[in-house]
Nanobody
Framework: QVQLVESGAGLVQAGGSLKLSCAAS????????LGWFRQAPGKEREFVAA????????GYADTVKGRFTISKDNAKNTVYLQMNSLKPEDTAVYYC??????????????????????WGQGTQVTVSS
């Protein structure tokens, strides 16, 4: 019921920053829990960051804590991933995801990809050394 489109692909040097955007259409993101995942060549898709439906709780993979920040703008119907202090090992295709909620403002966030109902097409992030 919601469509997600990522943008912000880029090639950056190690230590640099990049901000990814995920624009939603069809439904307001205020009714979804949101997440970011990534998949590097030859590796499984892994959890990066998650945001509760309420927008009040976040969760991060240990590998990105302190460097990445997930946020959203309900007015723009967009979720973001701010990535700082990028490392070559951050190189991957990044995906945004949404999980529908029957709640009004749930404070639960999800770290498993199987918990999400909708996915974007992915956007490539490459970090050079």
């Amino acid at each position: 019921q919601v469509q997600l489109v990522e943008s912000g692909a880029g090639l950056v040097q190690a230590g640099g920053s990049l901000k990814l955007s995920c624009a939603a259409s069809g439904r307001t993101i205020s009714t979804y829990a949101l997440g970011w995942f990534r998949q590097a060549p030859g590796k499984e898709r892994e959890f990066v960051a998650a945001l509760s439906q309420s927008g009040g709780r976040t969760g991060y993979a240990d590998t990105v804590k302190g460097r990445f920040t997930i946020s959203k703008d309900n007015a723009k119907n967009t979720v973001y991933l701010q990535m700082n202090s990028l490392k070559p090992e951050d190189t991957a295709v990044y995906y945004c995801a949404a999980r529908s909620s029957a709640a009004i403002s749930s404070t639960v966030y999800y770290t498993s990809p199987t918990a999400y109902h909708y996915w974007g097409q992915g956007t490539q992030v490459t970090v050079s050394s």
